[in-house]
């Protein structure tokens, strides 16, 4: 076997085996496939596709190139293809938890735009995201929630194989996103998985058809690992909420705790409340939703956040954000139509609130507070967004040219499609 009778095969469109997508990770992995030979591959991979059960052994492959963790406890899992603003877990994990359903998840630091999970925790003053895997079950056990960073060797081949990606222009491949986060979800134990795949101009899939596709083949994935997966298909049009940046997330976090959050980010929490619940619970959606909205609203989930703040060596009363701030006020009146995710992405990461390299230091006190969303009225000079800075800035123009105002209303609609197990 070779790599290059491998790339010919993929590029005359026949289907590879398992033993010849094993040899290509696993060579990968250990060096002996070059990373020109490898972006070759996924090039291939990217133009032609993959057949679902090629996607099927490239994710057992990838699973089975690291530790595969037992959890021993049930819990429910969720994954976010990844969003601008998206600080969902934060709000969604206690409140999940806090209605009898364990937690016992895994998160990503983010590259490019702003940070990923662990680093808007970590501008928690004492937040720890290291745990060895006795003390995660311990805590998962005690209070039904643990969040942390990679634990252990955990499919080795996604991170080498993400970061060539990452690079040559094959991240938005479907079979490549679906083996690549199936493979991870998988091999981090729990039972049931809920995915939140965003759609739209800020999200990696940008139409509803690619969008359906993935969904439908991350459920064959779950399925064939026994684990029952949901995926939820999500609007990313604009930022989810009104913060953009770590401690600006985290904030805006527990206010929605407290019952005080943007209406965008509880109607999302919720819906994947009540997808997560209702799976692990055997009660209908509607029940579960009810049970969510009932405990952002008596505080139960606020509790069990500052119950997993606490356990995992959080303090909340010292959360710091920049005190330099400014407020760029709108042109023109009229109605906001549109909001750039991606470009307020970007700014938030030149503010100093994301990487570029995976060695670069996160600003959590930076990034933006959105006061004027998608579908509201707004006139001339009022302000749009609140700017939060220290060393580094951004022309005020580029920021205020994300906003588009027109003389029409639209109504941004969140929630696009739901896919389960059983459709
Ligand atoms: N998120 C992942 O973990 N992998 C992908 O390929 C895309 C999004």
């Given at each position: 076997m070779n790599i290059l009778d491998i790339i010919d095969k993929k590029e005359q469109n026949q289907k590879l085996t398992y033993e010849e997508l094993k040899y290509v990770v696993n060579g990968f992995l250990n060096g002996e496939i070059k990373d020109y030979q490898m972006s070759a591959f996924l090039t291939e991979i990217d133009l032609l596709g993959m057949s679902d059960e090629e996607t099927l052994d490239l994710t057992d492959i990838m699973l089975k190139s690291g530790e595969v963790l037992n959890l021993n406890i049930n819990a429910v899992d969720k994954h976010s293809t990844g969003g601008v603003g998206d600080k969902t877990t934060l709000v969604l994990a206690p409140l999940v938890a806090s209605l009898g359903v364990n937690v016992a998840k895994m998160s990503g630091r983010g590259l490019g735009h702003t940070g990923g999970t662990i680093d808007k925790l970590e501008s928690?003053?004492?937040?720890?995201?290291n745990m060895t895997l006795e003390n995660f079950q311990n805590q998962v056990k005690k209070i039904g929630i643990a969040l942390v960073g990679?634990?252990?060797?955990?499919?080795p081949a996604d991170k080498k194989i993400y970061a060539l990606r990452d690079v040559t222009g094959?991240?938005?491949s479907i079979p490549l996103i679906a083996s690549s986060v199936m493979s991870k979800k998988i091999a981090s134990g729990s039972n049931k998985i809920v995915i939140d795949l965003k759609v739209g101009?800020?999200?990696?899939?940008?139409n509803l058809k690619d969008a359906e596709k993935l969904g439908k083949l991350m459920i064959k994935i779950g399925k064939h690992y026994n684990k029952e997966t949901a995926c939820l298909l999500t609007n990313m049009n604009e930022p989810l909420g009104r913060a953009v940046g770590n401690a600006l997330e985290v904030v805006e976090s527990i206010n929605t705790l407290k019952g005080n959050g943007p209406a965008d980010l509880i109607e999302l929490v919720t819906e994947l409340s009540s997808l997560m619940v209702s799976m692990e619970k055997g009660i209908s959606e509607e029940e579960a939703k009810t049970m969510s909205l009932e405990n952002l609203k008596n505080g139960q989930a606020y509790r069990k956040f500052l119950e997993w703040v606490t356990a995992q060596g959080?303090?909340?009363?010292n959360i710091k954000i920049s005190q330099n701030k400014k407020h760029l006020t709108a042109p023109k009146s009229g109605?906001?139509?549109?909001?750039?995710a991606l470009e307020i992405g970007k700014l938030a990461r030149n503010l100093?609130?994301?990487?570029?390299?995976?060695n670069d230091k996160i600003d959590h006190e930076v990034g933006f507070v959105i006061n004027k969303k998608v579908g509201d009225k707004v006139e001339a000079g009022e302000t749009l967004i609140t700017v939060y800075y220290n060393e580094k800035t951004v022309p005020d123009e580029e920021v205020l040219n994300c906003f588009k105002i027109d003389d029409y209303e639209v109504k941004p609609k969140l929630i696009i499609e739901k896919l389960t197990n059983l459709n």
């Amino acid at each position: 076997m070779n790599i290059l009778d491998i790339i010919d095969k993929k590029e005359q469109n026949q289907k590879l085996t398992y033993e010849e997508l094993k040899y290509v990770v696993n060579g990968f992995l250990n060096g002996e496939i070059k990373d020109y030979q490898m972006s070759a591959f996924l090039t291939e991979i990217d133009l032609l596709g993959m057949s679902d059960e090629e996607t099927l052994d490239l994710t057992d492959i990838m699973l089975k190139s690291g530790e595969v963790l037992n959890l021993n406890i049930n819990a429910v899992d969720k994954h976010s293809t990844g969003g601008v603003g998206d600080k969902t877990t934060l709000v969604l994990a206690p409140l999940v938890a806090s209605l009898g359903v364990n937690v016992a998840k895994m998160s990503g630091r983010g590259l490019g735009h702003t940070g990923g999970t662990i680093d808007k925790l970590e501008s928690i003053p004492g937040f720890k995201t290291n745990m060895t895997l006795e003390n995660f079950q311990n805590q998962v056990k005690k209070i039904g929630i643990a969040l942390v960073g990679t634990m252990g060797n955990l499919v080795p081949a996604d991170k080498k194989i993400y970061a060539l990606r990452d690079v040559t222009g094959t991240v938005d491949s479907i079979p490549l996103i679906a083996s690549s986060v199936m493979s991870k979800k998988i091999a981090s134990g729990s039972n049931k998985i809920v995915i939140d795949l965003k759609v739209g101009e800020g999200a990696l899939v940008n139409n509803l058809k690619d969008a359906e596709k993935l969904g439908k083949l991350m459920i064959k994935i779950g399925k064939h690992y026994n684990k029952e997966t949901a995926c939820l298909l999500t609007n990313m049009n604009e930022p989810l909420g009104r913060a953009v940046g770590n401690a600006l997330e985290v904030v805006e976090s527990i206010n929605t705790l407290k019952g005080n959050g943007p209406a965008d980010l509880i109607e999302l929490v919720t819906e994947l409340s009540s997808l997560m619940v209702s799976m692990e619970k055997g009660i209908s959606e509607e029940e579960a939703k009810t049970m969510s909205l009932e405990n952002l609203k008596n505080g139960q989930a606020y509790r069990k956040f500052l119950e997993w703040v606490t356990a995992q060596g959080g303090d909340i009363s010292n959360i710091k954000i920049s005190q330099n701030k400014k407020h760029l006020t709108a042109p023109k009146s009229g109605y906001i139509t549109q909001i750039d995710a991606l470009e307020i992405g970007k700014l938030a990461r030149n503010l100093g609130a994301g990487r570029l390299t995976e060695n670069d230091k996160i600003d959590h006190e930076v990034g933006f507070v959105i006061n004027k969303k998608v579908g509201d009225k707004v006139e001339a000079g009022e302000t749009l967004i609140t700017v939060y800075y220290n060393e580094k800035t951004v022309p005020d123009e580029e920021v205020l040219n994300c906003f588009k105002i027109d003389d029409y209303e639209v109504k941004p609609k969140l929630i696009i499609e739901k896919l389960t197990n059983l459709n």
